[in-house]
């Protein structure tokens, strides 16, 4: 699902049946009991008897559907309906002669089997690509000899009775039950779409949990304290929870299976709609003026038979082929470059970005800290910074970043740890800022609170300083010159921690985040996360394509800037989040509009930002990997993550890197531009050149004794014309349509057709003149000669007219097509040339043309060539676009 369910779909499958709700207040030993599971976790037997009894732990959606289902959707095409009817009346009406309805059904079979098998072969490829994006649950198992171990396994894997821990960054794999939780807050953004975090507690701890037993009284499962529930997320924390109901049997399950069939309509699905039913219009308005022409001229059968081929004349049959052939491509080009696409019509939206909000480390950064300092509050190195900075590293349990990870690089402290045994912790969360953990040491057993995290937060909870071996205290003015002394390591690109610590006297209760207060600050640590080499490079190659880039990270502003600044982004205009949190939408909107840097912002504020710049008629793309980047990723038009990211920032996204490189980003967007492009192309030639076709029919059909082509000649020309345009998915663009952003604009299509669709009609009536007064085809008896001019002259110029339209620039000498487009253009030129001449052009009812013919068919193929290239120059200038 790409964006949450809402809230009153929520309440309204609450009454469902929900196993996990059920024991939300079972004590522990009898559930685990129930559930036929221990603390120990399950051994391999039990694992596969349950995967058996209960299937995989997988919800229905995004599922590919199954072949014979995506067949139908290929036939469930108003285009298709009209060919059908188009057959059936042929057949009525001419039940001898079967070849109308057997052309119209190879068309259809055409456009039907290769919609269907490039539609499936995109969807397995599809799948393909989203299974090299994993996601993992850490259990306990009992392995083969009985003893216990914590493992991560695949989530579709995880069974009733599996014991599951959580920390921060983890999305819930499956309804639980919690055993155990300690300070645990989770996201349930997924289901509700309320953004704030509940907190959540084992039954021995919920009455604390405001609201504890009301979600029972209320009957509304989500707000019960005791339970996890599929696909939401661990803001901050850390629990142990036993699976209580998987896959369809979860609360996400049950929801997704009452939903089966709702789809959102991206604004790709919207814009091909709005094609499809504008060239509806223009046929519900032109068929009945044609049938009503030739009823009165021919009789009610044969008028309505020539009217359906005219509609045919109108159906861009290969429409459904073509838009999926695109973004199939576009989807396996995209691959190559280490992106992965897990929804198709995500690849238009990549194309149309025009602003890309990113965060800073591991996109602008090399994502690859190092510990350059360690600092005692006078900016003086210190020892007692690092080892109490390296305690903390080392014992918590949740998510360790990246600073961790540099902070234990420092191997050579190892030995210290083995005077320390972890007796509780606090977690990180992004309110806070900051984790604690704590210590029992020595032989009194004191317990020692070792606290890490951000200047501002850690001062805020320090009452003294270490100085030396002084502890002093901690005064207003001295956090002043500390942040000021940390401001300056911020300029020169370091991110700074503060370390704090606090001596208590063993007691049984649980810590919590009120012990964090009257702390000593001991020292600074200062990490270095220099720019990538390529990231000044993509920005500006970004820059040339469109794309405006907008920082919005929760990291400190000074070191924001800095980086910022080195990469080549305007840094003049700032931000932080305490600068957005009082804004209304208006002054919102304001802020955003001049503002490249956001600096410590909360994942509701990168939200906020993201949602105004929609509203501001922009198409955002949010590059995040984290949990507080879940919400702006949901809210982007088109949500961007890496394969290293949280599991919600994977679920979050519509694209996921497999390399965390601007780069790459610039390659998807050009490659969305290209699949547009290339599917806008299509619809403009054939809307055009089957427009022109049409309105010469309709004057022809005014003036002549007979139609100016036969049913089935006109089933054939349209045939001919859509196998040429099989080749457009592989087209190159122009360059200069590769730079900007590029949106679906119906009313542009309507007005190309007025425009190019009369001009091929100016030389249909010159061949008619030609044939008629040259050529002598002026009556009955020789229509058969002028249909077969007019059908030679009708293909070449709807066939040249692709070389026309697929660029601004002169075709052929300024701006060459791709080989595979050259080729099957060129091929269906000369097919159409020959078929008066064969057997089969006899049965369609043509003859052999006089050599004189073909002189004057040069001259209107390059008059035409020249008119169209002068009407092309004259839309440009005054409508400043083309495709």
């Not at 057959?87 to 052309?103: H, Q, R």
């Not at 259809?108 to 995109?122: C, K, M």
């Not at 959580?166 to 989770?186: E, H, Q, S, T």
């Not at 360790?400 to 190892?414: F, G, I, P």
Request: proline share 4%.
């Amino acid at each position: 699902m790409s964006k949450s369910f809402s809230r009153s779909t929520v309440k309204a499958a609450a009454a469902a049946h929900v196993p996990a709700a059920q024991e939300a207040f079972r004590d522990n030993d009898s559930l685990l009991v129930m559930l036929e599971t221990s603390l120990h976790g399950l051994d391999e037997e039990s694992i596969t008897e349950r995967l058996d009894r209960d299937g995989a732990n997988e919800v229905s959606h995004e599922k590919p559907p199954h072949w014979s289902v995506q067949l139908l959707r290929a036939l469930k095409n108003p285009f298709i309906v009209v060919l059908v009817i188009l057959a059936i009346v042929e057949l009525v009406t001419s039940p001898d002669d079967p070849s109308g309805p057997i052309i119209i059904g190879v068309m259809v079979a055409i456009s039907v089997v290769l919609s269907f098998t490039q539609e499936y072969r995109s969807s397995r490829a599809a799948e393909k690509l989203k299974a090299m994006v994993r996601n993992t649950a850490t259990v306990t198992r009992r392995a083969s000899d009985g003893h216990s171990e914590r493992i991560e396994v695949p989530v579709g894997e995880l069974v009733v009775g599996d014991i599951v821990h959580l920390a921060a960054g983890d999305m819930v794999p499956a309804d639980l039950r919690l055993l155990a939780a300690k300070d645990l807050f989770i996201s349930q953004a997924i289901l509700t779409g309320e953004s704030l975090p509940v907190e959540k507690a084992a039954p021995a701890q919920a009455h604390a949990v405001e609201g504890g037993a009301h979600g029972t009284q209320q009957g509304n499962p989500l707000d019960l304290p005791t339970v996890g529930y599929m696909g939401t997320n661990v803001i901050s924390g850390t629990a142990t929870a036993v699976v209580v109901a998987t896959g369809a049997r979860s609360y996400l399950g049950s929801l997704a299976h009452s939903m089966s069939g709702q789809q959102v309509q991206t604004s790709f699905d919207l814009g091909v709609r709005s094609v499809s039913w504008l060239l509806i219009r223009f046929m519900l308005v032109m068929v009945p003026v044609v049938l009503g022409i030739q009823w009165y001229k021919q009789g009610f059968l044969n008028a309505l038979t020539f009217a359906l081929s005219v509609a045919v004349g109108l159906t861009p049959e290969m429409l459904p082929l073509i838009v999926t052939a695109n973004l199939a491509k576009g989807a396996i080009a995209m691959s190559k470059r280490k992106v992965v696409v897990k929804r198709l019509n995500a690849i238009q939206n990549f194309g149309a970005m025009d602003v890309l909000c990113t965060d800073k480390t591991g996109t602008l950064t090399l994502d690859k800290i190092v510990l350059e300092r360690h600092l005692d509050l006078d900016g003086e190195d210190s020892e007692d910074a690092l080892e109490y900075g390296y305690l903390n590293s080392h014992f918590q349990t949740g998510l360790k970043n990246l600073m961790d990870k540099a902070v234990l690089s420092h191997r050579d402290l190892e030995p210290i740890v083995a005077r320390y045994r972890v007796v509780d912790e606090i977690p990180f969360d992004f309110q806070r800022r900051r984790m604690s953990v704590v210590l029992a040491q020595g032989d009194d057993g004191r317990h020692l609170l070792v606290c890490k995290g951000a200047v501002e937060e850690m001062l805020s909870i320090c009452s003294t300083e270490r100085r030396g071996d002084e502890i002093i205290p901690m005064t207003d003015a001295r956090r002043q010159e500390i942040k000021a002394m940390t401001r300056h390591l911020n300029e020169d690109g370091l991110r700074v921690l503060v370390v704090a610590i606090k001596q208590e006297d063993p007691h049984s209760r649980a810590y919590g985040v009120a012990d964090e207060a009257g702390l000593t600050a001991v020292g600074c640590l200062a990490f270095l996360d220099p720019p990538k080499d390529t990231a000044a490079t993509a920005i500006a190659a970004l820059h040339h394509h469109g794309v405006e880039v907008k920082v919005i990270t929760g990291d400190n502003e000074a070191v924001t800037r800095k980086i910022c600044r080195e990469v080549g982004l305007d840094v003049e205009h700032s931000a932080q989040g305490r600068d957005v949190e009082p804004l209304d939408d208006d002054a919102l909107d304001e802020l955003v509009r001049r503002t490249t840097v956001f600096a410590k912002m909360s994942p509701l504020q990168k939200a906020r930002v993201v949602k105004s710049l929609r509203r501001q008629g922009h198409t955002v793309g949010f590059l995040g990997d984290g949990i507080n980047d879940a919400p702006a990723l949901r809210e982007a038009d088109v949500g961007i993550s890496v394969d290293t990211a949280t599991d919600i920032a994977k679920e979050s996204a519509d694209i996921i890197l497999l390399e965390k490189n601007l780069m790459v980003l610039e390659e998807g967007v050009l490659e969305g531009r290209i699949t547009f492009g290339n599917i806008i192309k299509y619809i403009k030639m054939t809307a055009s050149s089957n427009f022109g076709n049409v309105l010469s029919m309709m004057v022809a059909s005014v003036f002549l004794p007979f139609v100016p082509l036969l049913p089935l000649q006109i089933l054939v020309l349209n045939l001919l014309y859509d196998i040429s345009q099989l080749s457009i998915p592989f087209d190159r663009m122009d360059e200069e349509y590769l730079r900007k952003p590029r949106k679906w604009d119906a009313s542009d299509i309507g007005r190309f057709m007025f425009w190019i669709g009369p001009t091929s009609s100016i030389f249909d009536m010159t061949t008619f003149a030609l044939l008629w007064y040259v050529f002598g085809a002026n009556g009955p008896a020789h229509q058969d000669l002028f249909q077969s001019g007019w059908f030679i002259e009708s293909l070449l110029t709807q066939t040249l007219v692709v070389h026309m339209i697929r660029t601004r620039k002169i075709p052929f000498l300024q701006s060459v097509a791709a080989a595979p487009v050259l080729g099957l253009t060129t091929a269906i030129i000369a097919i159409g040339m020959i078929i008066p001449f064969t057997a089969v052009g006899a049965k369609l009812g043509m003859v052999h043309l006089p050599d004189a013919y073909f002189g004057w068919l040069a001259a209107t193929v390059v008059a035409y060539c020249a008119l169209t290239q002068l009407v092309k120059v004259i839309y440009i200038r005054r409508f400043e676009r083309w495709l």
